[in-house]
Every structure is written in structure tokens, then in C-alpha cells.
């Protein structure tokens, strides 16, 4: 399907693709006027107004300025569901369940160590397995991989990885309440069980970073950041697992759609009612799935703080290694948001797309209950990062929501031809960037030429008032799949 429609300008970032035939409510797309055209180009629209046709949707279907095209849903997209007649759609959350980002900081500065940083990256390169199909140091039993979904962070913390400080600065304080370790299918648990401890390919990746420019010294000072000081951002999710999860719960959703008499304009939207006992099901192993990526991501962290410490030969707590935080940018969550001025419980579907809680909220630890949360969004391994925090007018306007990431312009098989005979790793060391990948093709994949600008993303976030900006990261070591 193609999208003919036009869409209607609201302001400088906002655009309505207007309510027609079935669409319950209308979308707002978040971009500045000059991603238009691609966004456009891209179709994405229609899967924006495919989602505004799901059962129980409420306010608009969202996408935000790193919107590109998806299965079902688009990445970058925000749905509410009314908890009594609206539905759940893995399609909302996306194959990578929990695919998210924490990051680090040190007391580290450049200087300290631009003669170690090739010795940290091969060390962390070592120490953090990854690639497609890598397997991990650990050797999990059956009824350990259960703890693990059902516990999350808390059972990495307790066998030895990382620090009681961590959960606090991780969402959910990474143990989402209600996993079911009985929904996730024999095939999931058997994907999963080496993968515990790695990092992927794709768009996954570690990198070393140097904090560039402070837009909020108040907030900056509360993350334990000042100019030129080192951080370590770390973006991947639940691997094997949450994607057979997703796969397992797409086809028994597929197949119970006719039961509930839904139907919707694109198979990959299955849906079914959140209240019901396959919605109930699919809740409860996406939670499992969140939970595995949260551990997956503390454990990476330890090794990280491991390689540091062994290196430099200071332990992680003199080198100041201390989590920012934890967000994921592709899950449900069940939350409390006021629509037409009342408190309503709702289920959040954000699929390339990053909780964005303001001050005060009850979610935050004590640390940031003035600062908002922070929004950790990656660039690509040639660009900046930035971490922004939420907003109160997020809360009225996107559920608490905004942007993941930069969001691609080419596919992995775009960005291979446009990049012939290129050489990748000697083009980003002569920007000052050193990198270590699994393969050519990776690089290549990965290229940053295959991504929107994240310093367009984020002003059209910023402009929204959706976020805010705090600091900017700029990578020097970058660790790939």
C-alpha cells in the first residue's frame, strides 16, 4: 500500500496524517520540515494510519522524527491502548524486545587515555563477545535462564555482576513485574541460554565516548558529568530470545485475531485484547524477554568496568564507573497517563522510541526526581550521542515518549552497495573515531551514512519541548558486531 494522502502542517515539527476510512484517531508525525521528503518517500505514513485503526487506540497514532519503516508498526512509533477494549500487538514493540541503552560515566578525561584506548577496546572486544549467533562465558541451566527472566538486573547484581547502585538507575530497576518464564517457548529458552552476556550485530554496539558540549551544567552535575570526561554507552537487547519470542507470539496472535472478530489493514499488526488470555500470554513473555535484555545489559556493563580496571590497573569504583542509566526504547509498559483531563491506565506500545518522564514523576529514583529521566539516544558509530531528559509536555503529548536514535535511511543492503570499495574503519579513524567489528560487512551495514542525523532528530525533539538537552557525546573507540 502506498500512501497518496497529504500531510497536514501543524507547526514547524508536527505533522497530522488526517483521520479517514477506518482510522480511529488521527497520527502526528515529530520531524522538522526538511526529513519530510524522506519520511515520505520512505511510506512510513501508512503504517502510521494502519496503527490509528487498532481497537482502543488512544488520542493519535505517533511516530517520532526517527520514524522508518517496520514490521507492522513503524520504529519510531508510540501507541496508547485503553486497557478494557484495546489490544496488544507484538508489532508495537518490535523482534528485539527490550532492545535499549545504558550508559556509563568515569572520572576519567581523553587525555588519561588516548595512549590505552586501542588496549581498552581490545580488551573490551575480548572480554564482550559478540557478532551474529555469539555465544557468551556463561553457562546457564534451565532453572537459572527462568531466574533470569523472572529477575532481570536483580539476579545479575546477586551471582556477582555489578553493584546494588545499578538497579536504582535502571527502568524498572530492570525487573519488570509479571514476567512468565511459562510463555516463552522451549526454542526462545534454548536461543537464549549461550547469548546471555553479548552484544550482537546489526546496529548493536559499545562505544567509548568523550562528553563534548553541556547544555545543562544543573543536570549535567547530577549525572556526574563535566566536559571532556570519558562515558561508555552500551545499545542492544534480548537477543535470540526476544526475538523468537516476538516470532512465537506474532503467529499464536495471528491465529486468535479471528476469535476476537479484530481486523486490521496489515497482518503484521496482530493484535489481540490486552484482557485476554493470549494477550495476558504475550504481556507475560515479552516481560521475560525485557527482563533478559536488562541482565544482558548489566552483565555487559560489569565486563566493561572489568576490561577499564585491567587496563588502567585502578578498580571500577576508583575510575569513578558509574551507571547513568537504563532505558529501553522497544516495549509495552502499563502506565498512568491523563487523557481528556483524567487519569487513565494505559498500555504503551514504544517501538524505536524511548520513555521520556518529566520531574516529579513516581517512576524516577530519588536522584532524578528533579532533573526528569534521562533519554539516552545513540547516533551512529561516525556521530554523536546526546542524553536529554524528559518533559512535562512529553507527559501531555506522547505518553511520556520521543525519539530512540538517528533511525535509517538505507537498508543493510542499501548501505553494502552504496559503500563499494570503501575502507569504513580508515575513514572513521581519520575522524579520530578507532573501531573494532566482528566483520567488513558490519561496518559497512552500519555505515554512517546509513542514518538520519541525530543532531536533526534531536532538534526536532527539542523543538517539540518533548525533551531536553543536557549534554552531548562524541565517540573515540566504538566496539561492533
Known sequence: MKWEGKLEKIDEVRWRVPKKGGMRVPGIIYALPSMIDHILRDNTPVQVANVAHLPG???????????????????????????????????????????????LRTDLTYDDIKKYLRQLLQAIYTNVPCGVGSQGKLRLSKKDLDRVLVKGSRWAVNNGFGWDEDLDKTEERGEMEGADP????????????????????????????????????????????????????????S?????????????????????????????????????????????????????FAWANRQIIMHWVRESFS?????????????????????????????????????????KGATRAF?????????????????????????TNSYILVGTRRAMEETFGSTCHGAGRVLSRHQAIKATSGRNISKELEQKGILVMAKSIKTLREEVPDAYKDVDMVVEAVVKAGISKKVVKLRPIGVVKG
Open 57 to 103: 487506540i488512544q488520542k493519535y497514532s505517533l511516530a517520532m522524527p526517527d520514524i522508518h519503516w517496520g514490521y507492522g508498526f513503524p520504529i519510531g512509533g508510540v501507541a496508547a491502548m485503553d486497557m478494557e477494549e484495546g489490544v496488544i500487538s507484538p508489532g508495537g514493540v518490535g523482534y528485539d524486545i527490550n532492545c535499549g541503552v545504558r550508559v
Open 182 to 237: 511459562s510463555a516463552v517457548s522451549p526454542r526462545a529458552k534454548e536461543r537464549g541460554m549461550p547469548q546471555l552476556g553479548t552484544l550482537g550485530a546489526g546496529n548493536h554496539f559499545l562505544e567509548i565516548q568523550v562528553v563534548e558540549e553541556i547544555y545543562d551544567h544543573r543536570i549535567a552535575e547530577v549525572f556526574g558529568l563535566k566536559k571532556g570526561l570519558v562515558t561508555v554507552m552500551i545499545h542492544c537487547g
Open 239 to 291: 537477543r535470540g530470545l526476544g526475538h523468537q519470542v516476538c516470532d512465537d507470539w506474532v503467529k499464536t496472535l495471528g491465529r486468535a485475531m479471528q476469535k476476537y472478530k479484530i481486523n486490521v489493514p496489515d497482518r503484521e499488526l496482530a493484535s489481540v485484547p490486552i484482557r485476554s488470555p493470549e494477550g495476558e500470554g504475550y504481556l507475560g513473555a515479552m516481560k521475560a524477554a525485557a527482563n
Open 310 to 350: 585491567k587496563v588502567l590497573g585502578k578498580s571500577p569504583e576508583e575510575l569513578g564507573m558509574k551507571l547513568i542509566y537504563d532505558v529501553a526504547h522497544n516495549i509495552a509498559k502499563i502506565e498512568e497517563h491523563t487523557i481528556d483531563g483524567k487519569k487513565k491506565t494505559v498500555c504503551v506500545h514504544r
Open 358 to 382: 518529566p520531574p516529579g514523576h513516581p517512576s524516577l529514583p530519588d536522584i532524578y526526581k528533579n532533573t526528569g529521566q534521562p533519554v539516552l539516544i545513540p547516533g551512529d558509530m561516525g
